[in-house]
């Protein structure tokens, strides 16, 4: 019986990540809003559904680029939160990935990543 007990125990244990529920993270916003060349861009995106506690832009010659700085942080309430900011200097198309990760106890966190792409017009 207490073989048969502790079976069930580890069973049980081992077996919770397997029924909790997908940790999805997503974005406010899914596509960029156009950039203006010579004009002031402004843009926050926050991460939504799960906590974040691992956030950053994946290319760092990426955070100033064509007059503009893009910066990836967590926020207090474990939001991740990508800011774009500066004045575009010319037309191109700027491509960034942001990964990060949810937190994990008994069961791993969930790993993400969304590829975005800042298109600069005249």
């Known amino acids: 019986m207490k073989k048969m007990i502790t079976f069930f125990f ?19 916003i899914s596509e960029l809003p156009l950039a203006t060349v010579g004009k002031k861009y402004d843009l926050k995106i926050i991460t939504t559904g799960y ?10 010659e990426v955070y100033k680029k064509n007059g503009l700085t893009i910066t990836a942080l967590v926020d ?19 491509s960034f ?5 949810t937190p994990g106890t008994q069961c791993p ?13 005249e």
């Open 97 to 101: 990935n942001v990964e990060g990760s």
């Open 10 to 28: 580890i069973l049980i244990i081992s077996g919770c990540c397997s029924i909790m529920e997908e940790r999805h993270v997503g974005f406010s």
């Open 76 to 94: 207090d309430k474990m939001h991740g939160v990508i800011e774009v900011v500066g004045v575009p200097e010319k037309a191109e198309v700027i």
């Open 51 to 60: 906590p974040v506690i691992r956030f950053r832009v994946d290319n760092p």
């Open 109 to 121: 966190g969930a790993r993400f990543e969304k590829k975005f792409n800042l298109k600069t017009i």
